[in-house]
C-alpha cells in the first residue's frame, strides 16, 4: 500500500483544516487507517483511527470532538477533518494503514509521507 498524505498549511487558530490520505497498491479496505502526528521535539502520537469496514472510529482524547475522521472506499481515500484548531496542534500529520483494527497505536505496516499543519496563536 502506497500513502499519500495532503491538505495541510498554515491555519489561524480556531479555523478548519481537512486532510486527505490517497492510498494505492493493495486492497485499501482491508487495512485500518490511522492517523498520526509529530511535533517538533516531540514523539510521534496517536491522533485518530478509522476501521476497515469504516464502521468504528477512535480518537485521541486530545482531537476528541473537534476532528473528525472519515473513508472513501470508492476513492481509496480517508479524510481527517480538523476544526477549532489549537496552536498545540501543530505537528506533521501523517497517515498509515494497519493490517489490524485497534483503538490507539497499532501497528501500521505502511506510512505516509507526512504533511504540515501550523495553526498560528
Known amino acids: 500500500v502506497q500513502l499519500q498524505a495532503s491538505g495541510g498549511g498554515l491555519v489561524q487558530a480556531g479555523g478548519s483544516l481537512r486532510l486527505s490520505c490517497a492510498a494505492s497498491?493493495?486492497?485499501?479496505?482491508?487495512?485500518?487507517i490511522a492517523w498520526f502526528r509529530q511535533a517538533p521535539g516531540k514523539e510521534r502520537e496517536f491522533v485518530a483511527r478509522i476501521s476497515s469496514s469504516g464502521g468504528s472510529t477512535y480518537y485521541a482524547d486530545s482531537v476528541k470532538g473537534r476532528f473528525t475522521v472519515s473513508s472513501d472506499n470508492a476513492k481509496n481515500s480517508v479524510y481527517l477533518q480538523m476544526n477549532s484548531l489549537k496552536a498545540e496542534d501543530t505537528a506533521v500529520y501523517y497517515c498509515a494503514a494497519d493490517p489490524f483494527d485497534c483503538s490507539g497505536y497499532g501497528s501500521p505496516d505502511y506510512w505516509g509521507q507526512g504533511t504540515q499543519v501550523t495553526v498560528s496563536s
Open positions: 497498491g493493495r486492497t485499501f479496505s482491508s487495512y485500518s
